[in-house]
């Protein structure tokens, strides 16, 4: 099973920028497509950016479309994702996740089912 290890939250002001990652453990990362999920406090996760294994095709939950940008790092088996113009409802707990099956499309991520989910890194954007 991959380990997934999520940081670089933390506090920050409304408009401001965050830049998370996810550092995968194992030599099945490369063929996955990878995504960000969140939790906000009394709310299900939901769905946030997906990247497919290539890196090459991308799909936004259209919340954040046009204020983030997913990435990945095959090398590094690491995944980013880039936040700005960060709003106080963009915050929440932030887990990445690897898709169930190899070289699956990024779109297909927003609506997979997970069982394992690492800890999450926290994100608070105050007003």
């Known amino acids: 099973q991959v380990q997934l290890v999520e940081s670089g939250g933390g506090l920050v002001q409304a408009g401001g920028s965050l830049r998370l990652s996810c550092a995968a453990s194992g030599r099945t990362f490369t063929n996955y497509a990878m995504a960000w999920f969140r939790q906000a406090p009394g709310k299900e996760r939901e769905f946030v950016a997906a990247?497919?294994?290539?890196?090459?095709?991308?799909y936004y939950a259209d919340s954040v479309k046009g204020r983030v940008t997913i990435s990945r790092d095959n090398a590094q088996n690491t995944v980013y994702l880039q936040m700005n113009s960060l709003k106080p409802e963009d915050t929440a707990v932030y887990y990445c996740n690897r898709d169930t099956s190899p070289l699956r499309t990024a779109e297909s991520m927003a609506t997979r089912v997970f069982y394992y989910w690492g800890q999450g890194t926290q994100v608070t954007v105050s007003s």
């Open positions: 990247i497919n294994w290539r890196g090459s095709s991308t």
